[in-house]
């Protein structure tokens, strides 16, 4: 019982503490992006203004999403393969400690699309 509620607690903890700060990384790209200013890399070749939509999808929308435990294994996915393309394409070249980060951001996500939002989460209620 008790392990039961200190998971779910860590949990709490770990979906809550890493959806916010995603979400400092989605919110300039989402200011950006209802901004008018469609300029944005194009890692993968679909182009400028569909890769900043989904970028602002999986760094700001999801991230509330995945904060308040609504839909978080869904939500979790589309930020998983975001941090996937930004370590392994867009710094594929670079250090392995610029890529470090969306890394980091990937396993913690990763982790939450296995072990699930917790107990304390909408998804539960």
């Not at 860590?10 to 979400?23: D, K, S």
């Not at 992006?33 to 944005?40: D, E, S, W, Y």
Request: hydrophobic fraction near 55%; include cysteine; charged fraction near 15%.
């Amino acid at each position: 019982m008790k392990n039961s509620i200190l998971k779910d607690i860590g949990l709490a903890f770990l979906r809550m503490g890493a959806a916010a700060m995603m979400i400092t990384h989605g919110l300039p790209k989402f200011q950006k992006l209802v901004g008018g200013n469609l300029q944005f890399a194009d890692p993968i070749g679909i182009g400028s203004t569909p890769s900043l939509v989904l970028t602002v999808l999986a760094e700001f929308v999801c991230p509330i999403l995945i904060f308040v435990g609504f839909k978080t294994r869904w939500a979790s996915v589309p930020v998983v393969i975001t941090m996937l393309v930004a370590g392994l394409v867009v710094h594929a070249a670079d250090p392995f400690k610029t890529k470090e980060m969306a890394l980091l951001y990937a396993l913690i996500f990763i982790t939450i699309l296995v072990l699930g939002p917790g107990k304390y989460s909408l998804d539960r209620k």
